[in-house]
C-alpha cells in the first residue's frame, strides 16, 4: 500500500488561497489519489479524486505533477467552516477490494 | 434520506462483553467497509466486503468480525470486547469498482471499561 505524507497541521486566515501537499513516493500505476474532509464527530467526507495534472470541481482543485509522486489540494478562499481535518488517500480498486490507506490527516484551522 | 446509519450513536461496554454495531446503507452499494478512528492514527481499516456474501480482512482485523447476508447491512461484532478497543468505529460503503468514492457514516463512540 502506497504510504502518505502530510503536515500535521496548517493555519489560514479566511479568504486566502490554501494548499495542502501530500506526499506518496511509491505511488502504482493504478493508483488514484483521492482527498476527505473530515469535520469533528462526523466521518469523512469525499472532495476531490484525480490521476493526474489537474481536477477541479466546485469545492477544491487538485494538482498533480507528472510523476505522480505527490499532490497539492487547493482551496479556494477558505472559510471558518473550512476548518477541518483532510486526507489524502493514494489507492486503487484493483480485484474488487479498495486498497486504500487512510493517514493522521492535516488539521487545518482557519482564522477569521 | 439516503445514506448510511449507525447505531448505537456511542456505547459504553464492559471488558470481556459482547457487542455489535449496526450499519444500514439504502444506497444499494456493493461495496462496504468498518474503520476505527483513534486520535492520532487516523482511520484503519477493520474488515470490509466487496459484495453481499463476502467479507475480507483489512489492516486491524483481530478481535472483530463481521457479517454480510445483504446488501443494506454489514454488521461489526466484538465478540469479547477488551479497553484498546475503545474508538470511533465508522462503516462506510463505496457505489461500484469504478470509483474510489466511499461514503462514511456518523460513527459510533465505543468505550471499553
Known amino acids: 500500500l502506497a504510504k502518505t505524507t502530510q503536515p500535521i497541521s496548517m493555519d489560514s486566515y479566511e479568504g486566502q488561497e490554501v494548499n495542502i501537499t501530500c506526499s506518496h513516493n511509491n505511488i502504482a500505476t493504478n493508483d488514484y489519489i483521492t482527498w476527505y474532509q473530515q469535520f469533528p464527530s462526523q466521518g469523512p467526507r469525499f472532495i476531490i479524486q484525480g490521476y493526474k495534472t489537474k481536477v477541479t470541481n466546485e469545492v477544491a482543485s487538485l494538482f498533480i505533477p507528472a510523476d505522480r509522486k505527490s499532490s497539492t489540494l487547493s482551496l479556494p478562499r477558505v472559510s471558518l467552516s473550512d476548518t477541518a481535518v483532510y486526507y489524502c488517500l493514494v489507492g486503487n480498486h484493483s480485484g474488487g477490494y479498495q486498497k486504500v490507506t487512510f493517514g493522521t490527516g492535516t488539521k487545518l484551522q482557519v482564522i477569521p | 434520506i439516503a445514506g448510511i446509519t449507525q447505531a448505537p450513536t456511542s456505547q459504553i461496554l464492559a471488558a470481556g462483553r459482547r457487542m455489535t454495531l449496526r450499519c444500514t446503507q439504502d444506497m444499494r452499494h456493493n461495496a462496504m467497509y468498518w474503520y476505527r478512528q483513534d486520535l492520532g492514527l487516523g482511520l484503519r481499516l477493520i474488515h470490509y466486503s466487496n459484495t453481499a456474501g463476502t467479507t475480507g480482512k483489512g489492516e486491524v482485523p483481530d478481535g472483530y468480525s463481521v457479517s454480510r447476508a445483504n446488501t443494506d447491512d454489514f454488521p461489526l461484532t466484538l465478540a469479547s470486547a477488551v479497553p484498546s478497543q475503545t474508538s470511533v468505529y465508522f462503516c462506510?460503503?463505496?457505489?461500484?469498482?469504478?470509483?474510489?468514492?466511499?461514503?462514511f457514516g456518523p460513527g459510533t463512540r465505543l468505550t471499553v471499561l
Open positions: 462506510a460503503s463505496r457505489a461500484g469498482v469504478l470509483t474510489d468514492t466511499q461514503y
